[in-house]
């Protein structure tokens, strides 16, 4: 039976489309092509519009979702394409769609999380079997639905006798903290730290046209505002015991904005600065409460790419080595998607995909949802 998987990932931070073609022979983890593809500027405007309430969104999220669903089926051609692999030696593709809401627990006590996709239509695009909606079984047993991906960190980052750290740092910034393999009470813990690349990208959007701060290069220009770090870092979220779970149905440009009615004369890139060292400083908190056996941090997703945020990070953490995940075998720009492969995977083995001591659920559970091919 063919080992050979694709994962697709379109992140919080909507920067675009993230497939891999992974090849699970021996239980390993090889990526045999990557690709991406940027999103539509439309479509990117309006999944980022879907994320709060508005004009007929039932009608509006299902559009938006078929046209992410073709931007995903373009990125499977060309893996296929540039690999020599044909469809029919694909077993499935993780396809984890784009969340537009995340509020596990909240309501009814059991509350909800959505992610817009239509894995029916990718099947029928791609000719392959899709594995789709993998949180909404963890939110049902009593879980946050995320992070998800510290189960396949474990899988591939673990080390057999040290504590090993990896922060995906995407839209929202997530840590997993991984026992050794070879003790008996290693455990995996995972949750997420706060703010990553959201609000930098909103605000760099905002004041320089440009979708993201290169290398940070623009707030290694500006001066650090303590009094407003100070003021954001005492978000209650931030300060919550894990099981936890966030995304821009709290990090987002009104809770920016409430934060700067006090600091309104200050120059954008000022604020940059502060926003990038929320990030830095929300993600060191984290290590050092519930990482400190580690001396490795291995960093993923866009976040990774910033040198500024990388090199404050470091200075935070001065006992920790922070490296891209490259150094440990997988690039920054694929963990996310591999990891949604591997979730596939899991589901037509039967074999959980969560872990209640990430998630809180209660107890491990097979995750997903099959549409044949």
Known sequence: MSELYIGLMSGTSLDGVDGVLVDFSDSKCLVRQHWSAPLATE????????????????????????????????????????????????RAIGAHGQTVRHRPQAFDGTGYTLQLNNP?????????????????????????????????????????QATMLVLNIGGISNLSVLGAKDDAQGQVLGFDCGPGNALMDYWCQRHTGQPFDRD???????????????????????????PKSTGRDLFNPHWLHAQLDTHGNAAPQDIQATLTELTASACA??????????????????????????????????TVAVQPSDAYGLPAQQVEAAAFAWLARQTLCGAPGNLQSVTGAQGARVLGAIYPA
């Open 43 to 90: 479509l990117r405007a309006e999944l980022l519009a879907l994320n709060t309430a508005g004009a007929d969104e039932l009608h509006r999220a299902a559009l938006a979702a078929n046209a992410l669903v073709r931007t995903y089926a373009d990125t499977v051609q060309a893996l296929l394409a540039d690999s020599g692999v044909v469809a029919s030696a694909v």
């Open 120 to 160: 029916a239509l990718l099947a029928e695009l791609t000719g392959i079997t899709v594995v789709a909606d993998f949180r909404s079984r963890d939110v049902a047993a009593g879980g946050q639905g995320a992070p998800l991906v510290p189960a396949f960190h474990q899988h591939v980052f673990a080390q057999p």
């Open 216 to 242: 940070g290069a623009w707030a290694a220009t500006g001066t650090l505002l303590p009094a407003l770090l100070a003021q954001c870092l005492a978000e209650p979220y931030l300060h919550q015991p894990p």
């Open 285 to 318: 908190s984290s290590v050092s409460s519930y990482g400190k056996k580690s001396k490795n941090l291995a960093v993923c997703g866009g976040g990774a790419f910033n040198q500024h945020l990388m090199h404050r990070l470091q200075a935070l953490l001065p």
